[in-house]
């Protein structure tokens, strides 16, 4: 009786094997993207410097998020995008107690990006329409869903490119912003 061959490695299509590590390859965790959007004192090269209006209440932390300038990107989860090259670069501060809050975050190069600026108030990283404030680069007008990207967006130049975001809080059955007292 001869002995049975071994078995062989049964091939796996690159297509199935390549998801699984590149999942694998950088945990997700809620500092993706910061280290890359730090703004240094002194540092040279193309930043967005964002204002924020509109602010609600002295409460949370404002989260500042930038993301390829396209539709399938456009606040697409942070590991898919940093696994896959793209650019992700994220700002988390707590809201000042007072003055107009400014966010600085670095950017890859010149260019247009998609830029998204959470107040999460109850400090849970993510947004929740009842409680948090939301705005866009560009300041679209908000429905039910996400702007396109488009509309959301904002061209970088070399250096420090200033933007303001206006907040927008539920309201009824939708979000927008604040009015203000007169």
Avoid at 45 to 53: Q, S
Avoid at 119 to 132: A, G, L, Y
Avoid at 149 to 170: C, D, E, M, Q
Wanted: charged share 25%.
């Amino acid at each position: 009786m001869t002995a049975p061959a071994p078995i062989a490695a049964t091939a796996v299509p690159a297509l199935l094997v390549l998801p699984l590590l590149t999942a694998a390859t950088i945990p997700s965790t809620p500092d993706l993207g910061k280290a890359e959007g730090q703004c240094r004192p002194n540092e040279k090269g193309p930043a967005f410097l964002v204002t924020v209006d509109g602010l609600k209440d002295r409460q949370g932390n404002l989260k500042l998020e930038v993301y390829p300038d396209n539709n399938d990107d456009f606040l697409e989860d942070d590991n898919v995008l940093i696994n896959a090259g793209k650019t992700f670069r994220r700002v988390e501060v707590p809201v000042p107690a007072s003055g107009t809050p400014q966010l600085c975050v670095r950017l890859p190069g010149p260019g247009t990006y998609a830029v998204s600026l959470l107040h999460d108030r109850n400090e849970d990283r993510k947004f929740n329409w009842t409680i948090d404030g939301i705005g866009f680069a560009g300041n679209p007008k908000l429905g039910w869903g996400k702007p396109k990207a488009r509309k959301a967006s904002a061209k970088a130049g070399a250096g420090l490119t200033p933007i303001t975001i206006v907040l927008n809080y539920r309201h009824g059955l939708g979000v927008a912003p604040l009015k203000r007292k007169k």
